[in-house]
């Protein structure tokens, strides 16, 4: 098993910004990736973020680049999500999630294997 613990999601203005964090704990494996997805209600779960935590390769929606920044340290075991210019669009529960293997599938929820609990990132108009 692995636990997945997020934090670092609130309430900021449109423009302003978060940083969540993602600690994991318990299984490890050879090799895996770290995303963020989001969720929305009544939307599906959708892909922000990810990180291939070998190699360090990362990966964005569109909707996000050049605004969020996916980022590990190693010695913590922590994945971290910078978001920076927020718009109200962005508001949603951010989750994190572990999919073992390689970076194929990286946006593809189904594909994940452990989840956190998620957090809640509000941003006002």
């Known amino acids: 098993q692995v636990q997945l613990v997020e934090s670092g999601g609130g309430l900021v203005q449109a423009g302003g910004s978060l940083r969540l964090s993602c600690a994991a704990s318990g299984r490890t494996f050879s090799s895996y990736v770290m995303g963020w997805f989001r969720q929305a209600p009544g939307n599906e779960r959708e892909f922000v973020a990810a990180i291939n935590w070998n190699c360090g390769t990362t990966y964005y929606a569109d909707s996000v680049k050049g605004r969020f920044t996916i980022s590990r340290d190693n010695t913590k075991n922590t994945v971290y999500l910078q978001m920076n210019s927020l718009k109200p669009e962005d508001m949603a529960v951010y989750y994190c999630?572990?999919?073992?293997?390689?970076?194929?599938?990286?946006?593809?929820?189904?594909?994940?294997?452990?989840w956190g609990q998620g957090t809640q990132v509000t941003v006002s108009s």
């Open positions: 999630g572990v999919k073992s293997g390689t970076s194929d599938f990286f946006n593809n929820p189904r594909r994940y294997d452990y």
